[in-house]
Each structure stands twice: as structure tokens, then as C-alpha cells.
Nanobody
Framework: QVQLVESGGGLVQAGGSLRLSCAAS????????MGWFRQAPGKEREFVAR????????FYADSVKGRFTISRDNGKNTVYLHMNSLKPEDTAVYYC?????????????WGQGTQVTVSS
């Protein structure tokens, strides 16, 4: 019942920036804890960043800490991933995900993904 739609992916040069958006709709909760994941060709899906329902708590994978910023606009029911200083190894399909409670272990709701390609 929860629909997530990512947008903002594209092709950028190394060192460039990109902002991904994820719009949420449906469901019975007013807000969801949300996260960003990515999957590169031939590799397993990996965690990138997460943000609490209130937006007051964030956490990042070591590989992106200091370069990526997750944020949310609860008025628009949208979560963002600001990506700076992009590297070729950041190339992947990026997915947003949502869960009902901050302490839930799994993310049951997923978007369709958006491609990010970083050229060297």
C-alpha cells in the first residue's frame, strides 16, 4: 500500500554532484523511517544512508560519509539524498526504502530504483 518513486538519477563526471528524490504515498502511517540503498553491477545491494521518522537521526555507510547527505521534507513526504564528490565506484542503481518504525529491522517497502552513473 506504500508507493515509493525515486527520481534524479543520471550521468555525471567524477567530482560532480547529484540529488536523488524519493516521493512516498499511500500507507496508514503519517511518516516512515526511510533509507537509501544501492546495487552496482555484479555486486550485492548495500546500505547507503538512513533517516529516522522525525528526521532527527541519520546514519551513513563509511563509504559515503562526508560526501552524501540524507534529508527529508515531511510536509512533502519526500526524502532526498544529496551526493557530492561523486566517484566512479558510486555508480549503481539507487533504491529508497521505508519502514513503519525506526526500530524495525527490515524495510518492507521499496522503490523501483534510479540509475546513477559516474564517469572517470
Amino acid at each position: 500500500q506504500v508507493q515509493l518513486v525515486e527520481s534524479g538519477g543520471g550521468l555525471v563526471q567524477a567530482g560532480g554532484s547529484l540529488r536523488l528524490s524519493c516521493a512516498a504515498s499511500g500507507g496508514t502511517y503519517s511518516r516512515y523511517a526511510m533509507g537509501w540503498f544501492r546495487q552496482a553491477p555484479g555486486k550485492e545491494r548495500e546500505f547507503v544512508a538512513r533517516i529516522s521518522k522525525s528526521g532527527g537521526s541519520t546514519f551513513y555507510a563509511d563509504s559515503v560519509k562526508g560526501r552524501f547527505t540524507i534529508s527529508r521534507d515531511n510536509g512533502k513526504n519526500t526524502v532526498y539524498l544529496h551526493m557530492n564528490s561523486l566517484k566512479p565506484e558510486d555508480t549503481a542503481v539507487y533504491y529508497c526504502a521505508a519502514k513503519s518504525r525506526d526500530y524495525d529491522q527490515q524495510y518492507p517497502y521499496w522503490g523501483q530504483g534510479t540509475q546513477v552513473t559516474v564517469s572517470s
